[in-house]
């Protein structure tokens, strides 16, 4: 008799163990496909051979100083598993990432900076048939009177980008922007970036036809004559995020928060100026963490991007876009809730403490003891 209690006994807890064990294998790697696999690529009218780009910000990889180990570990899982199953599920040729890939890369040390690029690999590993293009955010590099040559110089050496940049590929051109050099005081970081846009825009005039035939425009280099997509960390200058809905734009008891410019948001010259000279078909950003779609002069697109992490937002998400040389289309793709994983655990652990109470009576042994000094004393 005691044989087979005891044998029932280890049936329940190798079930309990099994349990657990689906719920961590689904919470921690399966959710992430049925969720992402809910997300297809935009469909443009012009179907011909488009450019696929997947586009994400602010992951803000936690640093050394105040980042806590176990939120690191929780958020960076979520972050890698986000990533590579939607690299696997969507297979985008392009990925950009607005900006802010690490927390504390403003004052990292270069143990802390080597050790923080490392887990960013692993994170956003990717195979050569996808190109990763990382932009510079202010957690990066420091706002602007942080910034100095050498963080520059370590982030050139990790991405290869620090100031401005055209990328073309297959006729779109994507306008790479380090915004956080966009102060507009003259610093040598901020002129030799605005003079490298100027530059930009001029040969971008003169790549589309009406003013290729121009004298001044004879010995500029070229580019597909098409106007560029705008990638950068801090968005174009708007007042607050009041305009902004949907279920990741800003709470609402930030929504009304004036923007301070520079900081929230370029400033409104920096921003009059890019649109002036490039006349952007589309401009994507991050920063904010939430997300909003802005027209500018009633017809410059912007979109903001919300942040990639749980720890910035309990329902994170990316943007996939699809390209041509005359059109785009655009649709976000949300990753698992934080809230809804909790959850699923929490419930878990009630489930199996119900399980061990019902079946494995763990207290059975304590009451049989009261139970019999009871007894003793009834018999004194
Ligand atoms: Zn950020
Ligand atoms: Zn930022």
Redesign the pocket.
Known sequence: MYRVRAKSKWTVMVWIVVILGCVFIFCEYVVYFPVILQCSWPEMAEKRDPLRALFL??P?LLGAIRGHWFDKLRREWQMERSFQTALFLLRPEMVFIL??VF?EGKWSSTKDWEDDVRRFKQIFYHSSNTELVVLI???DIGFHHEMTSYKLERFEKIFNMTSAKILTKRGVNFLLVNSVALHGDHCPICQSVEDKLYSFAQQLNCSTQSDATRNHCRDMQTHASTPPIILQ?YPLYRTSDAECTGEDAAPLNERYQLFQERYDVLSQDASKKLLWWFQPRLILS????SSCEVFHENRFLEISVP?FSWR?HNNPSFILGTFSTSDFALSKCFLPEESSIIAVYCSSAVVTVLIILVHLRPFQGALHIVNSLLGKKKSL
Not at 286 to 289: A, F, I, L, V
Request: aromatic fraction near 0%; hydrophobic fraction near 0%; glycine fraction near 18%.
């Open positions: 910000s602010d803000h900006g802010d927390d955010g202010n957690h960390h991050g920063h904010t963490h942040s910035n």
